[in-house]
T-cell receptor, first 111, second 116 residues
Framework: GDSVTQMEGPVTLSEEAFLTINCTYT??????LFWYVQYPGEGLQLLLK?????DKGSNKGFEATYRKETTSFHLEKGSVQVSDSAVYFC??????????FGTGTRLLVSP | KAGVTQTPRYLIKTRGQQVTLSCSPI?????VSWYQQTPGQGLQFLFE???????NKGNFPGRFSGRQFSNSRSEMNVSTLELGDSALYLC???????????????FGPGTRLLVL
């Protein structure tokens, strides 16, 4: 069925380390893909998005490329900061304003 | 431009009571979606409204309902509250250009409901 699979967390890194959070999706049609971030006690903030195959979304040093052949949308950042500590959610939407989310990956960055 | 606002931010209710949550979308946005977030089930879609009409519904019991007003503000109601309804309820808005449009949803801060 329709779903999103994210790597289990928590992901624990030291400051300035390289980050990868894997995300694969199962969806009918041609979904838009999103990464949202949630800081403690807050709602979801849009981090980046891609709407078609081979699109690269980027924001605040984070990047993700829409890979239709592998149905993946992995999140990467070259050098994480302590302030990046949060929960990251991968999601897709086929145009019905109904997002399907992964389970979230908690990122902990230590100084 | 102001973001999505939700009121109240926190609520404590007892089993059997009912609750109404409110969401004001970003100005100009006509679609409002609601999600429930719990540690066990994660983020789940409740329903979506556009032009005062429910266009899409998730897999929740009839105790969960919603509505949208002509100014695009939306409310959701949960009747006969159960302990398992304790959750963060998130509202999101988007332009609402039409079904099939690849839009981005912008979320509010959520209402945290605790059922005792």
């Amino acid at each position: 069925g329709d779903s999103v699979t994210q790597m289990e967390g928590p992901v624990t890194l030291s400051e300035e380390a390289f980050l990868t959070i894997n995300c694969t999706y199962t969806a009918t049609g041609y979904p838009s893909l999103f990464w949202y971030v949630q800081y403690p006690g807050e709602g979801l903030q849009l981090l980046l998005k891609a709407t078609k195959a081979d699109d690269k979304g980027s924001n605040k040093g984070f990047e993700a490329t829409y890979r239709k052949e592998t149905t993946s949308f992995h999140l990467e950042k070259g050098s994480v900061q302590v302030s990046d500590s949060a929960v990251y959610f991968c999601a897709w939407d086929t145009g019905f304003q109904k997002l399907v989310f992964g389970t979230g990956t908690r990122l902990l960055v230590s100084p | 431009k102001a973001g999505v606002t939700q009121t109240p931010r926190y609520l404590i209710k007892t089993r059997g009571q009912q609750v109404t949550l409110s969401c004001s979308p970003i100005s100009g946005h006509r679609s409002v979606s609601w999600y429930q977030q719990t540690p066990g089930q994660g983020l789940q879609f409740l329903f979506e409204y556009f032009s005062e009409t429910q266009r899409n519904k998730g897999n929740f019991p009839g105790r969960f309902s919603g509505r949208q007003f002509s100014n695009s503000r939306s409310e959701m109601n949960v009747s006969t509250l159960e302990l398992g309804d304790s959750a963060l309820y998130l509202c999101a808005s988007s332009l609402g250009a039409g079904t099939g449009a690849k839009e981005t949803q912008y979320f509010g801060p959520g209402t945290r409901l605790l059922v005792l």
